[in-house]
């Protein structure tokens, strides 16, 4: 494989310019999304007790872990840590690409780090920009043909995300390719040796403390189509970015049977269009592994983020230069401009000037014009933490011991209170039969937050107005 001329200069210039783009936004709080609470509630837990606690199973380790650390320096340093991998993995991303032959590898890294996804993973304390920076790095060293490091690169990728593990076969694709034939099966075997042994020797923590059970994933039912469709559109890659793949994929379809002349080529060193072709099917492979994983329980466009790089690799391979850059200058732009958000939530936006309101299945839909995915996520982190300060507010002027379901609320509560209950306020995520039966023959009033009705009569079976539950925001 050539060497890039100044790589280390090459890196620290991309990672520079992304760090920039993320620092005005390491705040407020840990972030919208409540697992970031959950992730901030271990990392306090692990460090002030000793022992190890999942934020969510199967758990997390490495990330957990390694945040408990730096966990007292609280949003600030555990977002910081977040943006600093993303980042990194940024600057990997374009070297790799500049060792294929990218041209416009210092954009197309740009626009892995601006797809509005992996931007807002990289603002908050979640464990996806962890995994990126990781797994980015592996590859930088696969096509390099460094086996052992690209293993334990990707050994600390799983142990920040055991969904990592969908890296393992393209990146043996790549080493396969780019080894020689006599070293070549050696190669891959200790690849993957290293990167399944340090990926599980991440997972003892939670195998001590939780037993075989910890290997268990949460079910939320399956969402309707257009949400799965806003997940993997809009949310992953932005409104501009998402009409550019459009058209990329149209032109791509009306080329079918026609000779594609890759803008990005594979360096010689590569052995020629073999590899090329070899280096498609990996990155094909790792892109269906995502898609196929995010399609069995798709709640978040943060679980497509590892599909981000492998589509951008293949359309460096498929795309001429000119359709490329243009599918990556939209990336760049699409945090800043265009959101589409629900109407109705508690941290829904003050609509702007440029707010359009849509309707379709009964459910309204904001699309902003003028206010972007990263600043709307911004301003709503600002509401969350606005909308939870008045609850506790509320709570502390209930008379005599109280329960309130909390819902997605309680993780934040958790962390803000160090603990469950504050006073004789007690606050706890759902309510079953039996609970609500039982704190009404106490004569213990509940009080549920926003979206807790809902999700207690579809997850327990059981209203709580029903049963007697007012919602805080109405007491004064």
């Known amino acids: 494989m050539p060497r890039v001329p100044g790589a280390w200069r090459r890196l620290a210039r991309v990672a520079g310019l992304v760090l920039l783009t993320r620092i005005a936004f390491l705040g407020p709080g840990y972030g919208a999304d409540p697992d970031a609470w959950r992730v901030a509630w271990a990392a306090r837990a692990i460090a002030t007790t000793g022992h190890y606690e999942a ?19 609280g949003p600030l340093a555990l977002n910081g840590l977040s943006a600093l991998l993303s980042a990194l993995g940024a600057g990997c991303f374009a070297l790799t690409l500049r060792r294929l032959g990218a041209r416009d590898d210092l954009l197309a890294a740009l626009a892995l780090a601006s797809a509005p996804a992996v931007h807002l993973a990289s603002v908050t304390t979640m464990d996806y920009a962890w995994a990126l920076g990781f797994t980015l790095a592996a590859l930088d060293f ?36 780019v080894s020689p034939a006599a070293a070549r099966r050696r190669e891959v075997a200790r690849f993957c040796a290293v990167a399944l042994g340090l990926g599980a020797l991440a997972f003892l923590p939670a195998l001590i403390t939780y037993g075989p059970g910890f290997l268990r994933f949460y079910q939320h039912g399956y969402p309707r189509a257009l949400y799965v469709l806003k997940n993997a559109s809009v949310d992953l890659w932005g409104i501009p970015g998402t009409l550019a793949l459009v058209f990329a994929c149209v032109a791509l379809a009306l080329r079918v049977g026609k000779r594609v002349a890759p803008g990005a080529p594979i360096a010689s060193g590569l052995g020629g269009e073999a590899a090329r072709a070899g280096l498609t099917v990996a990155w ?35 795309l001429p230069r000119a359709a490329f850059a243009a599918v990556c200058l ?19 936006l003050a609509p702007t000037l440029g707010t359009v309101m849509l309707r379709t299945g009964g459910q309204g839909w904001l699309v902003d014009l003028l206010r972007g995915p990263i600043f709307a996520d911004h301003e709503r982190r600002a509401l969350d933490m606005r909308y939870v300060d008045e609850c ?42 039996a609970e609500l039966d039982g704190l009404r023959l106490r004569g213990v009033p509940v009080y549920d937050l926003a979206g807790a009705e809902a999700e207690n009569e579809k997850v327990n079976g059981v209203s709580l107005r029903a ?6 925001e109405d007491m004064e």
């Open 467 to 472: 049963s007697g539950s007012r919602a805080l």
């Open 55 to 73: 934020s969510r199973f199967p758990g997390y380790p490495l990330h957990e872990l390694v945040s408990a650390l730096a966990w007292r320096g």
């Open 392 to 433: 506790l507010a509320r709570a502390r002027r209930l008379p005599g011991e109280s329960v309130v379901v909390a819902y997605d609320w309680l993780p934040q509560i958790r962390v803000r209170l160090g603990g469950k209950r504050e006073g004789r306020v007690e606050y706890v995520y759902l309510l079953t039969r």
């Open 142 to 177: 696969a096509v390099r043909g460094r086996a052992l490091a690209c293993g334990v690169l990707a050994g600390l990728a799983i142990g920040c995300r055991i969904t990592s593990l969908g890296w393992i076969v393209p990146l043996a694709i790549v080493l396969a390719r």
């Open 284 to 318: 094909a492979c790792g892109l269906a592994i995502y898609a196929i994983a995010y399609l069995r329980l798709p709640i978040k466009a943060f679980y497509l983020v590892p599909a981000v790089p492998f589509t951008l690799l293949l359309l460096s391979r498929l």
């Open 330 to 348: 939209a990336l760049v732009v699409s945090p800043w401009v265009l959101e589409v958000s629900q109407a109705g939530r508690p941290d829904s």
